[in-house]
């Protein structure tokens, strides 16, 4: 691709002296790989606006003037935090309570019933939300559980929620949410497991009840690095959380969370995902639905070998 002072080629974004911040390709292309190798996010040369957008405001921030330092200030020890900044402002965090709620129908459906019956017989139960954003979907998990197991809380039922955004995940514990972020939640749930804290900005909040706060433990986690959970789970919802990376690091993702699945435990991914039917660790069981099919005994995967061997952030 050829650069020409003023515009670049089938960019949009102006360059040189027409700029607030000279942006090039070799500056979008270089953190763009900073990004995937911390993230696992792939950007195609079409998201260079976004980029622009969403980092312009991080080099204000930073004092800087253009990207070629940005890119070489957060590649230093000191630009650290820095880093992590451009990881949250180019990630995107859309979520909402009861999403895709035919995941939801399945669940209570079909996989919570014998999983009760076998917690109420003094089995573990673990349910892994990753990329759980602002909490809404471990929080609907919780309760789609408590309307059938109000003891749920006395059981061996725990939910893992994480996700690589340390601010949101504050967000998420904290429980707080608008009238409008729980239009999806019925009446009965609203009444029963919400609280009110008043109105912000003319918009009344509510705050999610304790007992369901406390079947849900957030952590940070980064899925292309070293997974701080053991497992085994009985289910996962991983859902629009790999939507962004490459095939070969999809496939590395699924296979890695086969190794911490029981057999017959149940993955949920989203809408426009799919496992490859070459993976035999899964089969079909649903709209986005898999199960596992039997303990893996694959090693577990190497993120580095599609990372280039940089280390991941946190």
Not at 133 to 150: C, F, H, R, V
Not at 208 to 221: E, H, M, N, S, Y
Not at 241 to 246: A, E, L, R, S
Request: charge should be neutral; charged fraction near 25%; include cysteine.
């Amino acid at each position: 691709m050829i650069e020409r002072p003023g515009v670049l080629e089938k960019t949009g974004i102006p360059d040189g002296e027409d700029a607030e911040f000279p942006f090039s390709i070799a500056d979008f292309h270089d953190l763009a790989q900073i990004l995937r190798n911390d993230t696992g996010i792939s950007l195609e040369q079409s998201k260079m606006p976004m980029v622009y957008a969403r980092l312009a405001k991080r080099l204000r921030i930073a004092g800087l003037r253009d990207f070629r330092k940005y890119r070489k200030f957060i590649a230093t020890s000191e630009g650290a935090d820095e880093r992590r900044h451009m990881a949250r402002a180019l990630t995107t965090n859309t979520t909402s309570f009861f999403r895709e709620a035919h995941h939801f129908r399945h669940l209570r459906q079909n996989v919570l019933p014998p999983l009760i019956a076998a917690a109420r017989d003094g089995a573990r139960m673990r349910i892994w939300s990753a990329g759980c954003s602002s909490g809404e979907e471990p929080y609907s998990i919780a309760l789609t559980l408590l309307s059938m197991a109000p003891d749920a809380a006395q059981l061996d039922i725990k939910i893992l929620a994480t996700d690589i955004d340390t601010d949101i995940l504050q967000k998420a514990r904290n429980g707080i949410y608008s009238n409008s972020a729980l239009a999806p939640v019925n009446e009965e749930f609203r009444q029963a497991r919400f609280l009110p804290v008043g109105f912000v900005d003319g918009e009344e909040h509510w705050r999610i009840d304790p007992q369901v706060q406390g079947l849900v433990a957030f952590k940070t986690a980064n899925l292309i690095a070293a997974w701080p959970m053991k497992g085994p789970f009985q289910v996962i919802f991983c859902r629009n959380t790999v939507i962004y990376f490459d095939d070969q690091m999809r496939r590395l993702i699924w296979t890695k969370m086969a190794t911490l699945l029981s057999p017959g435990a149940h993955l949920y991914i989203g809408h426009s995902e799919r496992i490859p039917a070459e993976n035999e660790a899964f089969s079909p069981a649903g709209v986005t639905v898999y199960c596992h099919q039997a303990e893996s005994s694959a090693a577990e995967p190497e993120m580095s070998e599609v990372r280039g061997g940089a280390d991941a952030g946190s």
